[in-house]
């Protein structure tokens, strides 16, 4: 079945720090793969999104490329700010049947001044 | 203007009550969804909604009733209410079956059952 792994937090950077979490997957088929961020007290929301090998996703900063001959959508951000203190969600979606979103646990980003 | 609004935000009830949380999509998407979130932020759908009509039901108790009067509203009701319902429940809506179609939550309703 369709899964998606990534690294367990929390992970704390000081301000300007290079940022990586890491996600792979298992999946048939051509999912889509999307990272979500949830800030305190608050939903979901899109980060950014990639529907096909080789794309790269970016969205304020933050990049991510599927890559599936290594099956990973790994997060990277080169300079962190305070305010991007939140948790971070790999998800996966499969092409056709697309109701079921399967999400990674999650993982929190702590930065400090 | 809130895209995915749900009611109430916040939730504190007794172990046997029952209650509803409500939630509506001002986006014009024909899909809605109820996800589980756990105290370790681990996210669960629960059931998804196109177009009214049911698609998904995870292994969810049957205290668990989603109801759906139109595309564009998804209630949750909760039988006799237990300690392990304890949770954020969140919203979701997305257009279509597509894959590619990003998902867009509400900001949640925290249910705390005592």
């Known amino acids: 079945g369709n899964s998606v792994t990534q690294m367990e937090g929390p992970v704390t950077l000081s301000e300007e720090a290079f940022l990586t979490i890491n996600c792979t997957y298992t999946?048939?088929?051509?999912?889509?793969l999307f990272w979500y961020v949830q800030y305190p007290g608050e939903g979901l929301q899109l980060l950014l999104k990639?529907?096909?090998?080789?794309d790269k996703g970016s969205n304020k900063g933050f990049e991510a490329t599927y890559r599936k001959e290594t099956t990973s959508f790994h997060l990277e951000k080169g300079s962190v700010q305070v305010s991007d203190s939140a948790v971070y969600f790999c998800?996966?979606?499969?092409?056709?049947?697309?109701?079921?979103?399967?999400f990674g646990a999650g993982t929190r980003l702590f930065v400090k001044a | 203007d809130t895209a995915v609004s749900q009611t109430p935000k916040y939730l504190v009830t007794q172990m046997g009550n029952d209650k509803s949380i409500k939630c509506e999509q001002n986006l014009g998407h024909d899909t809605m969804y109820w996800y589980k979130q756990d105290s370790k932020k681990f996210l669960k759908i629960m059931f998804s909604y196109n177009n009214k009509e049911l698609i998904i039901n995870e292994t969810v108790p049957n205290r668990f009733s989603p109801k759906s009067p139109d595309k564009a509203h998804l209630n949750l009701h909760i039988n006799s209410l237990e300690l392990g319902d304890s949770a954020v429940y969140f919203c979701a809506s997305s257009q279509g079956d597509r894959g590619n179609s990003p998902l867009h939550f509400g900001n949640g309703t925290r249910l705390t059952v005592t």
């Open positions: 990639a529907t096909k090998a080789d």
């Open positions: 998800a996966l979606s499969p092409y056709t049947g697309g109701f079921k979103t399967i």
């Open positions: 999946a048939t088929g051509y999912p889509s």
